[in-house]
Nanobody, 128 residues
């Protein structure tokens, strides 16, 4: 069956780094765009970053631009989110999601409705 499994979360000090992984199985990974989202307590789910199937298309939310880097390894069916210079506002549960196809614009690429499959999330906590 379809699975997206996030890992790499944990507790990190402000200014530190983490690398999240999203391991996929059960679908044609190479044909799916992958997005990272996050949800803090009491807040709506927020799109963080998106990477296209194979053409190198990438987009970031303004809140993480210049600090986070998304990448994918199609041979390993895995997408990564390198998080640098984290701050307490980055504290949230981070989810990866998969969508068949490419979004028509950057706004859609970071909207939850575009995505078909979701992982269960990994907690990231940034201490000040």
């Amino acid at each position: 069956q379809v699975q997206l499994v996030e890992s790499g979360g944990g507790l990190v000090q402000s200014g530190g780094s983490l690398r999240l992984s999203c391991a996929a199985s059960g679908f044609a990974f190479n044909y799916y765009a992958i997005g990272w989202f996050r949800q803090a307590p009491g807040k709506e789910r927020e799109g963080v970053s998106w990477i296209g199937r194979s053409d190198g298309s990438i987009h970031y939310a303004d809140s993480v631009k210049g600090r986070f880097t998304i990448s994918r390894d199609n041979a390993k069916n895995t997408v990564y989110l390198q998080m640098n210079s984290v701050n307490p506002e980055d504290t949230a549960v981070y989810y990866c999601a998969a969508a068949p196809g490419s979004p028509t614009d950057n706004t859609l690429s970071l909207h939850p409705s575009f995505y078909k499959y979701w992982g269960r999330g990994t907690q990231v906590t940034v201490s000040s």
